[in-house]
């Protein structure tokens, strides 16, 4: 793997002028949702779920580092990207910016297999290397980001994504904490993992169980991007392109759009938004006529 291994130190020593509009140019969590009973959700949080735990080591993150917000994202080698937990909207509107812009500290901590240290988001090296994504989270009041990987047996399983309002460096102590916690995190998620493989037959069970779980936009998880990549789906099928590319085609509309991914998969599967016939690009459609 390259990047320095899981407790590489990247950091940017920036300093600029803050930004004290936090006004936010996306609804970070889309449109609400429902929940479904949570014993028939393996993705859930609570007794018996995947992330059983995670919601507190996330808050003690925070805590512990001086952080204003804290997240975990899990994410695979191929583009899978799920957000478990955010311990305030500002936490999870970073996380969705990350993902529809597909830049970020969150990417490249899990690219690198590194710890990303951005102690203010303004530095001129930070804007060149995400620069999307460095105007985009200055908008919303963000000045310093940290991003630790959660270890894995080969790559990282996921990241911790720390958040402050203020610019300035982690300390040494708060670094080693964070670390600490991520650590934590990887102990909780593979802890989970075992005992939901004993409640399940098979391992293709307990596989088609999460899959189960996961596969309804309802799912109690309220973090879910289910419904982008079921998007994703529908609009590679009317572009006649790879999902990847169709996944590519909503984050450039959502972000053209400024509104949520969340929201903008929401009126594809609900047919409010169609990319069919107009050149590849998003337009609104009647969710009535059944051509669409």
């Given amino acids: 793997m ?3 291994g899981a407790g590489g130190r990247r950091e940017h020593t920036m300093s600029g002028p803050s930004q004290d509009d936090p006004s936010r140019r996306r609804s970070p969590a889309g449109d609400s949702r429902a929940g479904v009973p ?10 018996g779920g995947l992330f059983v735990g995670v919601g507190a080591i996330c808050e003690t993150a925070a805590r512990l580092t ?4 804290a997240a975990l994202a899990v994410l695979t080698p191929t583009s899978v990207r799920e957000l478990v937990h955010a311990t305030d909207a500002v936490s999870q509107q970073i996380d969705e910016l990350q993902f ?3 830049e970020g500290p969150c990417v490249d901590a899990y690219r690198l297999g590194g710890a990303v240290l951005c102690p203010a988001v303004l530095d001129n090296d930070f804007q060149s290397r995400w620069p999307a994504f460095a105007t985009e989270v200055a908008e919303i009041g963000v000045e310093a980001l940290f991003a630790f990987p959660v270890p894995g047996y080969e790559r990282p399983m996921g990241v911790l994504e720390l958040y402050r309002r203020t610019s300035g460096a982690i300390g040494d102590r708060e670094e080693r904490a964070a670390h ?3 650590q934590s995190l990887q102990t909780a998620l593979e802890s989970n993992w075992r005992e939901h493989l004993e409640r399940s037959s098979t391992q293709e069970a307990a596989i088609d ?3 189960l779980g996961g596969a309804t936009p309802l799912a109690s998880n309220p973090f879910t991007r289910t419904q982008v990549h079921i998007a994703a789906g529908m609009v590679a099928v009317q572009l006649n392109v790879t999902t990847a590319e169709a996944l590519d085609r909503l984050r450039a509309h959502a972000y053209a759009a400024k509104r949520s991914i969340v929201a903008v998969a929401a009126d594809v599967v609900a047919r409010r938004l169609s990319f069919a016939g107009s050149n590849g690009e998003g337009h609104r459609t009647d969710p009535r006529d059944g051509r669409r």
């Fill in 2 to 4: 390259d990047g320095d």
């Fill in 38 to 47: 949570a014993a028939n959700d393996p993705w859930h949080t609570g007794s």
């Fill in 66 to 69: 001086g952080m204003d917000g």
């Fill in 100 to 102: 529809t812009l597909g």
């Fill in 180 to 182: 600490l916690c991520a």
């Fill in 209 to 211: 169980a999460v899959d």
